[in-house]
């Protein structure tokens, strides 16, 4: 886990302010994707959990991401667990 | 026009209106984001049946309120220019979603400013509430209100020629017609159908939906040019 390092979210190519980086929004955004995707509840979790880890080593020597950055990198990993959910994650800014 | 005729073309420009997708999207976002956050298949099934609500609402009173003003403005008689007018806008809207209907990107983004898409992906993401999906429901319809615009005209101008019981009959046909992309989608969310599964069929048949829909207004737009324009010029020769 990210603890005492602070990363910063460019959000929309800077037309939104910049976030710092919160684990618990991405862990949340994963579950709501595999939730949508007809997961079970605790599946849910223990591949949101898998994800924020991966999804963490690739910050390590990173001090500013873009959020459409780390959405790919996360549909990436999720991609490999749960295809539906990656799918759905993916979709959820262009859908309309 | 005869009723058969004129109810063959609210039908007609129904099933164009039903083609569009923004509400679509919408529903789809709504039920994802419901789903995802751990509500009961009763309450996803509340939620999205108050959005189809919302449309249905919005799709009668709009429709209603262009006959209205057509009705308060040419009386039954509409002049021969408006119907050209009409035609032209038929046509011209056709061709419009041919080329602009969907975004050159991956997905379904459509051609609607961003800042609007925005505003109703947060509200489907916002609403926990049956009403707030009601009201969710009518502001997609007035979103999408540029290409529902001309199925929903022409209806109208062929509607205010009806007898008074057959305008009616023609607005529930055409509510109802309109409602059908969506009651089916309720209906797949409903029994259990994968999400994903149905977003991948639209992305897959996006460009068959905006063919046809574009091809639809097209032919609704020629149709109505030879039953209403040239058939009474050539019945007055």
Not at chain 2, 40 to 67: D, E, H, N, P, W
Not at chain 2, 87 to 105: E, H, K, Q, S, T
């Amino acid at each position: 886990m990210h603890e005492g390092k602070a990363i910063d979210i460019v959000k929309r190519n800077g037309r939104r302010p910049t976030e710092s980086y919160d684990i618990e929004k991405l862990h949340a955004s994963i579950v709501a994707a595999c939730l949508s995707a007809q997961t079970a509840s605790g599946q849910a979790e223990s591949i949101a959990r898998a994800i924020t880890k991966d999804v963490e080593t690739w910050l390590e020597t990173r001090p500013e991401v873009t959020s459409h950055d780390l959405r790919r990198v996360a549909a990436r990993h999720l991609k490999a667990h749960h295809p539906d959910a990656a799918y759905l994650y993916e979709q959820h800014r262009i859908t309309l | 026009m005869d009723i058969p005729s004129s109810l063959a073309i609210v039908t007609l420009a129904a099933l164009i209106h039903a083609s569009f997708q923004l509400s679509v999207s919408v529903l789809t976002l709504l039920s994802g984001h419901a789903i995802g956050a751990k509500q009961s298949q009763a309450k996803v099934a509340r939620l999205t049946f108050g959005f189809v609500g919302g449309v249905g609402v919005m799709t009668l009173l709009t429709l209603s309120f262009i006959s209205l003003i057509f009705l308060h403005v040419f009386g039954p008689n509409t002049p021969h220019f408006v119907w050209a007018l009409v035609c032209g806008l038929l046509i011209g809207v056709g061709l419009a979603v041919w080329f602009f209907y969907y975004r050159r990107d991956k997905g379904t983004t459509l051609w609607i400013p961003r800042g609007m898409a925005r505003h109703l992906s947060e509200r489907s993401k916002q609403t926990k509430h049956t009403a707030e999906a009601f009201s969710l429901g009518l502001t997609s319809v007035l979103s999408e209100i540029l290409f529902i615009a001309a199925p929903m005209i022409v209806s109208a101008l062929v509607l205010i020629q009806l007898p008074g019981m057959w305008q009616l009959v023609g607005i529930a046909i055409y509510a109802v017609i309109s409602l059908l992309t969506l009651l089916s989608i309720w209906i797949l969310i409903g029994s259990g159908h994968k999400l994903s599964d149905i977003q991948k069929w639209r992305e897959k048949n996006k460009h068959f939906l905006q063919f046809s829909a574009g091809g639809a207004l097209a032919i609704l737009g020629f149709f109505v040019y030879v039953c209403k324009i040239l058939s009474d010029v050539a019945g007055a020769a």
